[in-house]
């Protein structure tokens, strides 16, 4: 065999493993939404205990999230948003982000840069503290 047959099959073999990586990432995601199920309506609704509500007698940057998410999970759009109006755009980004990837390794495009990913995160970030401060300042932190 050639140095470049041998090149050939470890690249096939790379090109393999990271479609497989992608479809296991994208069934482990289905999977997650078909078992949601399981968490009962009880373990919705109960607020768990706030360390940081505790401590500094006021909601978080991401307070109502979770609450948001099962609001969103039972079909509710308007209470979800209510809860905290950051869930819909931050839950739709991994998604899009798998569609992406899976792009990139069907069509051979080049991955997206690591510097589009830390500026995607602090956007985010910045995003939570601006919506955080406004809802302080508003008394719009449901509880």
């Known amino acids: 065999m050639s140095a470049t ?8 073999r790379e090109s393999a493993t990271k479609r497989l990586a992608w479809i296991a990432f994208g069934a482990a995601a289905v999977l997650a939404l078909i078992f949601r199920e399981a968490v009962t309506a009880s373990l919705l609704a109960a607020t ?13 940057p991401t307070c109502g999230f979770t609450r948001a998410l099962a609001s969103l999970a039972r079909g509710d759009v308007a209470r979800s948003f209510a809860f905290h109006p950051l869930a819909i755009p931050l839950l739709v980004q991994p998604p899009v982000a798998w569609l992406v990837a899976g792009a990139g390794l069907r069509f051979g495009r080049p991955r997206v840069p ?26 719009s932190i449901l509880s």
């Open 114 to 139: 690591a510097r589009w990913i830390v500026r995607i995160v602090m956007v985010d970030a910045i995003a939570l503290f601006v919506v955080w401060i406004a809802r302080l300042a508003t008394g």
């Open 5 to 12: 047959h041998l090149l050939s099959l470890d690249l096939d």
């Open 48 to 60: 768990p205990a706030c360390a940081f509500r505790e401590m500094f007698h006021a909601g978080c």
